[in-house]
């Protein structure tokens, strides 16, 4: 009976359905339902999607935590590509009001000072003072009391002749004095840091008495500011075209960089300023030994031209007067989204602490490169016992790299950053470090926890610290008299607008 009721229904539905199908459909309405259906799978399938996502909450991370824990992924053009340059470009040519220095029988002759990049910029401020003063300037000796002890003369760091040819349309630059004058007295003087036109202009009544100046100290002998356009481009011209380093340096330079290039195409050049004599004069003991901490405090102590003696290592961090440390570098380009596996040369001096502190960076990135991995023992043999002549090879490197980043705003920071700027506005990420310090400790405090939040906060916190075009900063607010210029922004770390101008500018 069942049966029966069944194959009757069966057979009224077969009928009914090809009653349906016998009825001839319109194209349109065949395509509605295909479109209908079509629709509602979509829908299914992007309702199960989005339960998945919800089924796999962010991770929670601490500083502690695994280095090869994930941040946001970031997309590799914004990791590498340099910011735009706004149509910006070089622009060191003289004005038509400019009259080149000629020949003169007042000589200057200079003792350079300090480590590499703060003799650099230095010569470049003494060819623009022979040049205000009208004098012939002899080839600066360099410093050989510094920190890094280093014998170099002038030649063996610099291209002696490109630099005197280079400038000749400028000033005149001799070797050394002539004989006659090698013993006749000196006015021995000590310019006034960050010194104007008008200054120079008057110590040129030196020459009513002597026909030799020696200047005692090279470094910031000239305003950041207010100087006259020719003034600030002949710096430019000095430091960018004339003082190119000597051929071996050079050469061996760009070998470092191609044997970069065929290894990974990209490379960071980072900066890292974690050395004993930075971590004495600035007084950061954070993460050290008690051991450590008193072996910087007497170095301090046993320099003399270190005024300050007594500091307060916790106000230095948290202020942001500390270089960061190898792990807390790992964690902040970790953050900024670059993968374990990026290629990160290391420029820098001996790492205070060796291969114990080294290898907490090492394990959020493996792939760390010295010149001393990249290049021969034959081929550094020459430059053993030099600081000066390998923190040039760093220098080539670091500015040839795709992004440069320091530690540290110190000398050879400001004068690569300035350079990279100078070249196009060439990457180079500059840590907030006052800022990162903040957020190191709430990570490691726990007040931070997802992995998304602290690198959201980070890559923020450096959105507009990419070397991307802007005009140099002024004093710092609410500071007076002469202590203003040590608070401006060097000319050599940004030296826009002077010789960084539109397409549009002559």
């Known amino acids: 009976m069942v049966n029966h009721r069944g194959s009757s229904h069966n057979h009224m539905r077969t009928a009914s359905t090809a009653k349906f199908i016998s009825r001839k459909q319109s194209p349109r309405a ?18 199960n999607a989005g339960n998945i996502v919800e089924d796999h909450p962010a991770p929670v991370i601490s500083i502690q935590s695994h280095p090869q824990t994930k941040f946001l992924q970031t997309a590799d053009d914004e990791l590498w590509d340099a910011p735009s340059r706004h149509g910006l470009r070089p622009c060191i040519k003289p004005t038509s009001r400019y009259k080149a220095a000629h020949g003169s029988d007042r000589y200057l002759t200079v003792k350079s000072n300090g480590g590499l990049n703060q003799m650099r ?29 280093d014998s170099s003369i002038f030649s063996d760091i610099f291209d002696e002749l490109h630099f005197i040819t280079t400038l000749q349309g400028n000033v005149r630059i001799v070797r050394e004095l002539p004989k006659e004058l090698e013993l006749v007295p000196r006015a021995r003087k000590h310019f006034t840091s960050w010194s104007s036109m008008g200054y ?38 000095a430091l960018y ?13 760009k ?39 008193e072996e910087l405090r007497i170095m301090r102590e ?46 820098s001096g001996e790492i205070y602490g060796g291969d114990a502190r ?20 034959e081929e550094l043999n020459a430059f053993a016992k030099h600081a000066s002549q390998s ?63 602290f690198s959201d906060l980070v890559q923020q916190m450096h959105k507009n610290r990419q070397g991307a075009p802007r005009k140099r900063k002024g004093p710092s607010p609410g500071i007076k008299g002469k202590a203003r210029f040590r608070t401006e922004e060097s000319f050599y770390e940004n030296p826009y607008p002077e010789c960084i101008c539109s397409s549009k500018v002559v």
Request: proline share 4%.
């Open 255 to 293: 070998k470092l960089v191609d044997r970069l290039r065929m290894r990974s195409g990209k490379y960071i050049a980072l900066h890292l300023r974690y050395e004993k004599d930075m971590l004495a004069f600035t007084g950061c003991t954070s993460g050290l030994t008690d051991a450590e901490s």
């Open 358 to 377: 080294l290898s907490e960076l090492m394990s959020f990135f493996p792939n760390l490169v010295f010149k001393e991995k990249l290049a021969t023992k």
């Open 30 to 47: 065949i395509a509605v339902y295909i479109f209908l259906l079509f629709a509602f799978s979509i829908f299914i399938f992007v309702f």
């Open 302 to 347: 046993n320099t003399k031209h270190w005024k300050v003696k007594d500091i307060n290592s916790t106000e230095q961090r948290i202020g942001g007067f500390c270089p960061l440390t190898p792990k807390e570098v790992g964690i902040f380009l970790q953050a900024i989204g670059y993968p374990p596996s990026t290629l990160i040369y290391v420029a």
């Open 200 to 237: 120079y202009k008057e110590m040129m009544q030196l020459w009513n008495d002597h026909q030799v100046i020696h200047v005692a100290k090279s470094d910031s002998r000239l305003a950041n500011n207010d100087l006259p356009l020719d003034i600030q481009r002949l710096r430019c011209r």
């Open 391 to 453: 923190a040039a090879l760093d220098y080539i490197v670091s500015l040839e790299s795709d992004v440069f980043v320091p530690s540290y705003s110190g000398n050879m920071a400001r004068a690569v950053e300035g350079h990279r700027r100078f070249l196009g506005h060439r990457k180079t990420i500059t840590p907030d470090r006052k800022g990162l310090v903040r957020l190191f400790d709430e990570l490691e405090s726990g007040q931070l926890r997802e992995t998304s939040s």
């Open 121 to 149: 910029t230095g010569i470049s401020d003494m060819v623009a003072v022979a040049y205000i003063m009208n004098a012939t300037l002899v080839i600066p000796q360099l410093d050989r009391r510094s920190f890094w002890q």
């Open 241 to 253: 075209h004339a003082l190119h380093f000597s051929p071996p340096i050079e050469s061996l330079g």
